[in-house]
């Protein structure tokens, strides 16, 4: 397996996969949560379950990377992470890696935010904000991500799995 970066275009198409996914696993995470701390009110409770929310996003990137270094998204779309060296990501990698990718919304969410943006430009800015990221891989060398750069990760091009053959079975006599 050569370690190349996947096309942008792939690893943006994933990551539109896995928001869908994502959508259902945040449904039920917050669903949990409104139930059984009997949130009758959605203001109720507001941060803790945003805390809580972050908390379950963050779990589930961790342990998909940690074992195996794939999302289902990641391998629909045959993508791998894995650290430079090529090796499986630790867990304290995978956190790092998961915080440091908050910089494709957070950045441009507070200059918004600090401008007092509304209606359009309270899109736009976090908009630019994340196209600015995306299209800071071609800055990179081996084309990797700037939160990947930082946190000491790569993605490369995972070859789908090839199930093997069953032998032919030998018929009675």
Same mark, same amino acid.
């Given at each position: 397996m050569k370690n190349i970066a996947p096309p942008l275009k792939r690893r943006l198409a994933s990551m539109l996969?896995?928001?869908?996914?994502?959508?259902?696993?945040?449904?039920?995470?917050?669903?949990?949560?409104?139930?059984?701390?009997?949130?009758? %009110?959605?203001?109720y409770l507001r941060h803790a379950q945003q805390v809580w929310l972050l908390f379950v996003l963050g779990a589930y990137f961790v342990w998909f990377w940690t074992h195996g270094g794939q999302t289902l998204a990641m391998k629909t779309w045959h993508i791998r992470l894995v650290g430079v060296d090529g090796k499986p990501v630790t867990v304290w990698r995978a956190i790092l890696r998961y915080l440091l990718a908050w910089l494709w919304f957070l950045?441009?969410?507070?200059?918004?935010?600090?401008? %007092?943006?509304?209606?359009?430009t309270l899109v736009l800015i976090p908009v630019a904000n994340m196209i600015a990221w995306a299209l800071a891989t071609y800055l990179d060398p081996q084309r990797q991500f700037l939160h990947d750069r930082f946190a000491g990760t790569r993605l490369v091009v995972?070859?789908?799995?090839?199930?093997?053959?069953?032998?032919?079975?030998?018929?009675?006599?």
């Amino acid at each position: 397996m050569k370690n190349i970066a996947p096309p942008l275009k792939r690893r943006l198409a994933s990551m539109l996969y896995e928001s869908l996914l994502l959508f259902g696993v945040l449904f039920i995470a917050g669903w949990l949560f409104s139930t059984l701390l009997q949130q009758r %009110h959605a203001l109720y409770l507001r941060h803790a379950q945003q805390v809580w929310l972050l908390f379950v996003l963050g779990a589930y990137f961790v342990w998909f990377w940690t074992h195996g270094g794939q999302t289902l998204a990641m391998k629909t779309w045959h993508i791998r992470l894995v650290g430079v060296d090529g090796k499986p990501v630790t867990v304290w990698r995978a956190i790092l890696r998961y915080l440091l990718a908050w910089l494709w919304f957070l950045p441009g969410l507070a200059v918004a935010w600090a401008l %007092h943006a509304h209606t359009w430009t309270l899109v736009l800015i976090p908009v630019a904000n994340m196209i600015a990221w995306a299209l800071a891989t071609y800055l990179d060398p081996q084309r990797q991500f700037l939160h990947d750069r930082f946190a000491g990760t790569r993605l490369v091009v995972s070859p789908p799995l090839v199930k093997p053959k069953k032998p032919a079975s030998v018929a009675p006599q």
